[in-house]
């Protein structure tokens, strides 16, 4: 069975620090990676997605995420934090191909103070 | 302009009382969701459909219904069964071909008085 992981559920950095965001992952097949972020009261926007290419992924609003196989990792960064970061991030497994259902943690909520 | 649309925003609802949540899409996505957003618990599984008159129980089905008697539409009944109702209720949507990403709603956030 397929599970997230997702170390903290809240960070707090000063602006422009950088952000590091945690997240394990467990699956038995080779998985579809996922970051999403989610503002007050609204949806979740796709930030970026891992899917057997590149191992350094980049995102939107200046995100990367590495996927590491050997440590089953692909934690979310960004060099440095902006106050418009401040977002509840998930993130997301599901087996590759086909319309499969996604699995997500239980978030990380991202504080950034001045 | 392509999208999804989940309405009403705001529901608020008296005990025992059943609700529907809408949620429409144009993106002629075939695969819809429902999801349920409580603090600290991520999101969980309601309902999916992958297509038309077809539909699956997720992980916390109990005390919902679902239909998908159209591919635009998936809307989600809140019944008197179930127990704690006031939630963050999200939609989503899966395309064909792709990395399974979903695409997501703007949410309805449902509260009980």
């Known amino acids: 069975a397929q599970s997230v992981t997702q170390l903290g559920s809240h960070v707090s950095v000063s602006e422009g620090a950088l952000v590091l965001l945690r997240c394990n992952y467990s699956s038995s097949v080779p998985p579809y990676l996922f970051w999403y972020v989610q503002y007050p009261n609204q949806g979740l926007q796709l930030l970026l997605k891992?899917?057997?290419?590149?191992?350094l992924v980049k995102g939107i609003n200046g995100f990367e995420a590495e996927f590491k196989k050997s440590e089953t990792s692909f934690h979310l960064t960004k060099p440095s934090a902006h106050m418009s970061d401040a977002a509840e991030y998930f993130c997301?497994?599901?087996?590759?191909?086909?319309?499969?259902?996604?699995?997500f943690g239980a978030g990380t909520r991202l504080a950034v103070h001045p | 302009d392509g999208g999804i649309t989940q309405s009403p925003k705001y529901l608020f609802r008296k005990e025992g009382q059943n609700v529907t949540l809408s949620c429409e899409q144009n993106?002629?996505?075939?695969?819809m969701y429902w999801y349920r957003q409580d603090p600290g618990q991520g999101l969980r599984l309601i309902y999916y459909s992958q297509i038309v008159n077809d539909f699956q129980k997720g992980d916390i089905a109990e005390g919902y219904s679902v239909s998908r008697e159209k591919k635009e539409s998936f809307p989600l009944t809140v019944t008197s069964a179930q127990k704690n109702p006031t939630a963050f209720y999200l939609c989503a949507t899966q395309y064909p071909g792709g990395a399974d990403e979903q695409f997501f709603g703007p949410g309805t956030r449902l509260t009980v008085l």
């Open positions: 997301a497994v599901s087996s590759s191909g086909g319309y499969n259902k996604l699995i």
């Open positions: 993106l002629n996505h075939d695969a």
């Open positions: 891992y899917t057997s290419a590149a191992t």
